[in-house]
């Protein structure tokens, strides 16, 4: 039976990191796997000169060892001359110390020999190991270049993605502000339209009232009678004055010049 408390822990563990994931900044997620790309790079760039820098070192060990073969063989051969001298000469002692001499270079010489014969066996498998790391070096370099530029894409994208959601909530607070409920306490411009045309429609319906009440016509009545009265004095002053001129053929009478005259100035004298 399954442990209750690390079973808890689990599943406190991963509700944790869900929770982490779905809060996380994805800048600061790109961030953290663009330099863990860089580490992985940086180490496989370090373990591919690991791989050419022994291959370099067994070469330079090679040529000393090929020096060392040379030389040891030269020494040998020179001795085994000297020997062969020294016999020819009769001089048995020093034949015999020269060709122990020989010896000695002969022996150095097939040590040498081995290990010259290891080290190219060795430097044939760091030969093909320095180029399978030059490839994966080579491969490591484009698989970098591609995560460098998936990573600014990847940057690009996360700020087109706060610029639209930065637009989106703009949008959604512009429309929440639509949907507010007015306040009351400030007038608003439909309230204070509809007022205004409630007004006028009222004096209109009054003053529509007023010229279809029965005052309104009696009004119209006593404007009529008095245009008929102005019309009949109007032609009344027409016919005196017609009257005038056939009586005086043309001058006025001695009652009119003295309607003419100021009637302040007659009492003055």
Known sequence: MANPFSKGWNYLLQSLDTKIEENADPKVQIQQAAEAARKQHAELTKQAAAVIGNRNQLEMKLHRLQEDTQQLSDNARTAI???????????????????QTAEVFASQLVTVENELEQTKQMHAGAVQAAKQAEAQKQQADMRYQEQQQQIQQLQQQVDQAKMQEATAQSVQQMNGMQGLQDDDSVPTLDGVRDKIEARYARALGAQELVEGSVQGRMDEIAAAGNDMKANSRLEQIRAEMKGELESGDGQPSGDAQSDDSDPYLDEEK
């Open 81 to 99: 001359q000297q020997a062969d001298k020294a016999t020819a000469e009769g001089d048995a002692a020093k034949a015999q110390e020269l060709n």
